[in-house]
């Protein structure tokens, strides 16, 4: 068993940074790949991000490209969404899942495959 928390989440204007944490614990934590998800309201949640239990693989949508970076501190027990240049298109809920012994984040964007999910936090963007 697993357990995620997202913290980070909060009101930035356009341009702006937030750094989102997601922490686990009850298992192994370095096993898991790590994804960030998001939903805005009114619309599908959609993959932000992915980082592989190795953390050699780090793909990502297209509209964060060259904005936001994933990472992971094992150590810790933490995967992180650095957020830069924010838009008010980011505004969402943001969700971490964890996929067990995915190396490659290989089909990340498939909601599936995930065994854990955390229970989100709002980032809205907003002058």
């Known amino acids: 068993q697993l357990q995620l928390v997202e913290s980070g989440g909060g009101l930035v204007q356009p341009g702006g940074s937030l750094r989102l944490s997601c922490v686990g614990s009850g298992y192994s934590f370095d096993y898991y790949s790590i994804a960030w998800f998001r939903q805005a309201p009114g619309k599908e949640r959609e993959g932000v991000s992915c980082i592989s239990s190795n953390g050699l693989s780090t793909p990502s949508a297209e509209s964060v490209k060259g904005r936001f970076a994933i990472s992971r501190d094992n150590g810790k027990n933490t995967v992180y969404l650095q957020m830069n240049n924010l838009q008010p298109e980011d505004t969402a809920v943001y969700y971490c899942?964890?996929?067990?012994?995915?190396?490659?984040?290989?089909?990340?964007?498939?909601?599936?495959?995930?065994?854990?999910w955390g229970q989100g936090t709002q980032v809205t963007v907003s002058s």
């Open positions: 899942a964890a996929e067990p012994a995915n190396y490659y984040c290989s089909g990340w964007l498939l909601e599936n495959v995930y065994d854990y």
